[in-house]
């Protein structure tokens, strides 16, 4: 069970736009900074978002970020069969002085 | 640009020890904190262990604490994981990752291919 909570799976057409929540509490995401990351298949995971709505260089603006209170939201639009992959969000745990991610959540092109 | 390269992996029987090595390049490693975190397979991302910039403090998740160690030699731009009293569940791809800055709160912003630990007998 982790401590952030994800959707397992979402999907959308190919050009659409898809959310993927992440819940967690005032402990984590509530005081902490929310990092995104997307793992393709059989890859390491690379960094989307971070400081909850930033992209770091090379991330194309399809690619966005929010926060409200104890929930973190990732936005994708224009969906590409490409962004077929597993996304997970990230945050340090303050009440726990450890780091947590969400179970992930594997997105489909349709 | 940012490598970093874990090495170790391998198959180990329950109750023994593995230590795991990451080569960190295209960064200043002595200033960044560095995390260890863990996948097993078809699982999703477990968060392992951090060390802060200058190896004075680390956290542990509660499932590995006491039995793995996070240290680094800032002399030799490289970060390890001593592994002991290793378990089925431990049986994990190991990712090497940097931190977003000097402290252990941060984010991680690059990480390693991954080095696979088997534990079996």
Redesign the interface.
Known sequence: Q?VLTQPPSVSAASGQKVTISCSGSSSNIGN??V?W?Q?LPGT????LI??NNKR?SGIPDRFSGSKSGTSATLGITGLQTGDEA?Y?C???D?S?????????TKLTVL | QVQLVESGGGVVQPGRSLRLSCAASGFTFSNYGMHWVRQAPGKGLEWVAVILYDGSDEYYADSVKGRLTISRDNSKNTLYLQMNSLRGDDTAVYYCAKGDYSGYDGGIDYWGQGTLVTVSS
């Open positions: 982790s902490n900074y990092c990351y793992q390491a995971p690379k960094l971070y400081d770091p597993d997970y990230g945050t340090w303050s726990l002085s450890a780091g947590v991610f969400g179970g992930g």
